[in-house]
Every structure is written in C-alpha cells, then in structure tokens.
C-alpha cells in the first residue's frame, strides 16, 4: 500500500507555464520531504525537500507548498522549460533509512 | 566526485546464469542502498548497508545477495532470477544513514532476464 499519494499521473504544459504535482500522506510521523527528479535513463537526483516546520519553500523555479494540517505537500514548477520534462517523485521519511515514494509524475513541456 | 557509478549500463542474463552488478561511490558516504525500479514506478529499497554493515533487508529474496566489502563498493550478487526480476537496479549513497541526508542515486543497471 502506498504510503504516499501522488497526482498527476502524467501531466503537459506549455512552454512558461506552471506545472503542480500534488502528493497526500497519512502517516503523521512522517517529517521530513524531498521531491526526486528522474531524466530517462537516468537515477533520481534530489531536486528540493522540505520539513513540516515550513510551509513554503523556494529554490529557484521550483517551489514546495506544506500543508501539515491537511497532510498535503506539492511542487510547483514556475515558467515550466523542456529541460524539466522529466519524471517526479514526492517522497516521505521518518525513519532513518526508508523513503516512501508517490508513485511518480511525468512532466511533459512543449516548446 | 559527487557521482555514483554502477557497472554494467546493462545485463542480459539466463534464468540459470549467476551475475554480479556493481555500485561504486568515493565521497566518504557511509550509507549504501540498492534499489529495484520497474518501468513507470518508484524505485523499491532492498537492502541499506550502514557503515558496510547491512541494516535493513526490505525481505528480498535471497536469490538476490548484497555484498559491501568496503566502505566505497556494493555488489550485488544475483543467481536463478526470475524474468520478473528484469527491471533498472539502483545504488545510492547518503552521507549518514539520516533521512535528511540526500541519497544520491547511480545511472542504474537494466538488468533482463530471459
């Protein structure tokens, strides 16, 4: 069962434009949130995290929304480029090891 | 270097074959994952070697077998897959074993098996 849930599934976007990715947890314990980027054919590389202390947080064009109350958390990708076309996974951890991943968005921009 | 290699790219092998794929990292990380990614889904843990001692085995089964024999490699050793074994096999490494460590993530093997 996951843990995480992640929406979209996949999503487009026009050149400049925004793209949101939404993810949902249940598990309260939970306390620490990165968001991975994966390019085909390559591993996931770290993108932005974020603590549930913070309900905002911003590096560059990309941007983390915290919800705690609502246990909710997105990415907002600002003046979307085709070098972000991509495949994103929100993750939670609240152990030392274990991240539980949402089950991925793939990020399409057109020119 | 911040970069994790992983060797070989890609890996062809028979139900009956035995294989090793290999990770390696020289950043002083003392934390060591491998990872099973199938296609369009998350990557799934399999085993953590904290400080080349393994920690967590997320119930894989044994024809899967990791190996750490210093602080900078990771084999894992595969013997009698299964076609649905075939998927991308990730290594990562964090500097700790803390969730606030960014695990950085190898290229990956593609593994197949016919």
């Known amino acids: 069962q996951q843990q995480v849930k992640q929406s979209p599934q996949s999503l487009i976007v026009q050149k400049g434009g925004i793209s949101i990715i939404n993810c949902a947890y249940e598990?309260?314990?939970?306390?620490?949130f990165p968001w991975y980027q994966q390019f085909p054919g390559k591993g996931p590389a770290l993108l932005i995290a974020i603590r549930p202390d913070v309900s905002e947080k911003k590096e560059g064009r990309f941007t983390i929304s915290f919800n705690k109350s609502a246990k909710q958390f997105s990415l907002h990708i600002m003046d979307s480029q085709p070098g972000d076309s991509a495949t994103y996974f929100c993750a939670a951890n609240n152990d030392d090891y274990k991240l539980s991943f949402g089950a991925g968005t793939t990020v399409t921009v057109r020119a | 270097d911040t970069e994790v290699t992983q060797t070989p790219k890609h890996l062809v092998m028979g139900m009956t074959n035995k294989k090793s794929l290999k990770c390696e990292q020289h950043?002083?990380?003392?934390?060591m994952y491998w990872y099973k990614q199938k296609a369009k889904k998350p990557p799934e843990l399999m085993f953590v070697?904290?400080?080349?001692?393994?920690?967590i085995n997320e119930s894989v089964p044994s024809r899967f077998s990791p190996e750490c024999p210093n602080s900078s490699l990771l084999n894992l050793h595969l013997h009698a897959l299964q076609p649905e074994d075939s998927a991308l096999y990730l290594c990562?490494?964090?500097?700790?074993?803390?969730?606030?460590?960014?695990?950085?993530f190898g290229p990956g093997t593609r593994l197949t098996v016919l």
């Open positions: 598990n309260t314990a939970f306390d620490y």
């Open positions: 990562a490494s964090s500097q700790e074993p803390l969730r606030e460590n960014e695990q950085f």
């Open positions: 950043m002083g990380h003392r934390a």
């Open positions: 070697y904290s400080y080349e001692k393994l920690s």
